[in-house]
């Protein structure tokens, strides 16, 4: 009778453990990938265009025609197709997950005379998603990119409030494909991106010129005209093997003139070659930025790029109400690439910013959550 108890007290233990593991490994298979969670948040992109030159305002990707030659996407806008991509990238501390997401056009164009336009174009923003113990988690807050300064918006019910900066709106969302999404817009031509309708001409009414682009994980279309209400981008990471990042990072020590991509850190190279510039107008040389190189230009203590390296840091400054919140990465491909490649405050990539302490960034990396 003993060793029959002994034995079921046994049983019950190896049972517990099974549960136990069971019950572990199911919530390691409900963490997304960082394309389904990128999907899950991605923004309903409202892009309006103008008639002038409907391609001028597409989005596509960097690489559209074929190369990463920094300096004739301007030059080779009418010569290949300008399917619609969007790109992202995810960073993760123990609170929360980061997302950017950014959107390219191959020209920032105008048709005012003695205005300015430059070659090449990547504005976009950043997606605060606090992790609530759901799949894909809770959407907090946004911040969007609208050339030189950045906007923050929440949806209703997020505790987010005014912290050093003050929040410009409320987010509207819209169910797509099962969640709900955030809707962005970019203006024509120059292409600041603010969440709708903040930005731009274009709200989605019949009368007016613009599309309406949607996230997806497979296809990449590219639209019929400049008046478009459902057209798929794809969505790309920004850390894909021969992708945006690496090029930067096989860039960053080389001086402007041997680079192909970029002029200096986390800024695009980008001449006057082809119209840009042409009659009335001037053209501005190297005037684009990766998400590494976003800035605005009145915000006190985020620097520049830290949007993509350090998002922790920058809601922390522009909100209060941020609750338990992490400023240290448990996972920060950025930080981590930087470092594997030897790079620190005393070796630099070249055109680095100079308030950022790239040792003290380094030291934001930890391995697991407490």
Same mark, same amino acid.
């Given at each position: 009778?003993?060793?029959?108890?002994?034995?079921?007290?046994?049983?019950? /233990?190896?049972? #517990?453990?099974?549960?136990?593991?069971?019950?572990?490994?199911? #919530? %390691?298979?409900?963490?997304?990938?960082?394309?389904?969670?990128?999907?899950?948040?991605?923004?309903?992109?409202?892009?309006?265009?103008? *008639?002038?030159?409907?391609?001028?305002?597409?989005?596509?990707?960097?690489?559209?025609?074929?190369?990463?030659?920094?300096?004739?996407?301007?030059?080779?806008?009418?010569?290949?197709?300008?399917?619609?991509?969007?790109?992202?990238? /995810?960073?993760?501390?123990?609170?929360?997950?980061?997302?950017?997401?950014?959107?390219?056009?191959?020209?920032?164009?105008?048709?005012?005379?003695?205005?300015?336009?430059?070659?090449?174009?990547?504005?976009?923003?950043?997606?605060?998603?606090?992790?609530?113990?759901?799949?894909?988690?809770? &959407?907090?807050? =946004?911040?969007? /990119?609208? @050339?030189?300064?950045? +906007?923050?918006?929440?949806?209703?019910?997020?505790?987010?409030?005014?912290?050093?900066?003050?929040?410009?709106?409320?987010?509207?969302? *819209?169910? +797509?494909?099962?969640?709900? @999404?955030?809707?962005? =817009?970019?203006?024509?031509?120059?292409?600041?991106?603010?969440?709708?309708? +903040?930005?731009?001409?274009?709200?989605?009414? $019949?009368?007016?010129?613009?599309?309406?682009?949607?996230?997806?994980?497979?296809?990449?279309?590219?639209? #019929?005209?400049?008046?478009?209400?459902?057209?798929?981008?794809? &969505?790309?990471?920004?850390?894909?093997?021969?992708?945006?990042?690496? @090029?930067?990072?096989?860039?960053? *020590?080389?001086?402007?003139? *041997?680079?192909?991509?970029?002029? $200096?850190?986390?800024?695009?190279?980008?001449?006057?070659?082809?119209?840009?510039?042409?009659?009335?107008?001037?053209? $501005?040389?190297?005037?684009?930025?990766?998400?590494?190189?976003?800035?605005?230009?009145?915000?006190?203590? /985020?620097?520049?790029?830290?949007?993509?390296?350090?998002?922790?840091?920058?809601?922390?400054?522009?909100?209060?109400?941020?609750?338990?919140?992490?400023?240290?990465? %448990?996972?920060?491909?950025?930080?981590?690439?930087?470092?594997?490649?030897?790079?620190?405050?005393?070796?630099?990539?070249?055109?680095?910013?100079?308030?950022?302490?790239?040792?003290?960034? %380094?030291?934001?990396?930890?391995?697991?959550?407490?």
């Amino acid at each position: 009778m003993l060793l029959k108890k002994v034995f079921l007290m046994a049983m019950g /233990v190896v049972l #517990a453990i099974v549960i136990g593991s069971l019950t572990e490994l199911k #919530a %390691i298979a409900q963490s997304p990938t960082d394309l389904d969670l990128a999907l899950y948040h991605a923004p309903i992109h409202y892009q309006d265009t103008d *008639s002038t030159k409907y391609s001028g305002d597409y989005i596509t990707r960097f690489n559209y025609d074929g190369d990463w030659r920094g300096t004739n996407n301007w030059d080779n806008l009418q010569l290949f197709p300008l399917n619609a991509h969007g790109y992202y990238s /995810v960073v993760e501390t123990c609170t929360h997950w980061f997302i950017t997401y950014s959107f390219f056009h191959p020209q920032d164009w105008t048709d005012i005379p003695f205005d300015q336009e430059h070659e090449n174009d990547l504005e976009g923003k950043l997606a605060i998603v606090r992790k609530d113990g759901s799949t894909f988690g809770k &959407l907090e807050g =946004t911040v969007t /990119v609208f @050339h030189n300064d950045f +906007y923050s918006y929440t949806p209703s019910g997020s505790a987010l409030r005014n912290g050093a900066e003050s929040i410009d709106g409320t987010l509207t969302m *819209s169910n +797509y494909n099962g969640s709900l @999404h955030p809707l962005t =817009t970019q203006e024509a031509k120059g292409h600041g991106l603010k969440a709708w309708p +903040y930005a731009g001409d274009f709200t989605g009414a $019949s009368n007016e010129d613009g599309i309406i682009y949607y996230p997806s994980k497979t296809t990449a279309e590219v639209p #019929a005209s400049g008046n478009e209400r459902s057209v798929q981008y794809l &969505l790309v990471d920004v850390f894909a093997s021969g992708g945006m990042w690496q @090029h930067q990072l096989d860039e960053a *020590s080389l001086s402007s003139s *041997s680079a192909l991509t970029y002029n $200096s850190w986390g800024t695009f190279k980008g001449d006057s070659s082809g119209s840009c510039g042409a009659g009335t107008p001037t053209c $501005s040389n190297n005037s684009a930025n990766a998400p590494w190189g976003w800035d605005d230009s009145n915000d006190g203590s /985020v620097y520049k790029g830290e949007m993509a390296l350090d998002p922790a840091h920058l809601t922390d400054v522009y909100f209060d109400g941020l609750s338990t919140f992490d400023t240290t990465y %448990i996972r920060n491909q950025f930080i981590q690439d930087l470092r594997d490649r030897g790079y620190n405050s005393s070796n630099l990539p070249q055109g680095w910013p100079t308030q950022i302490n790239l040792n003290s960034l %380094i030291g934001k990396l930890k391995t697991q959550c407490f």
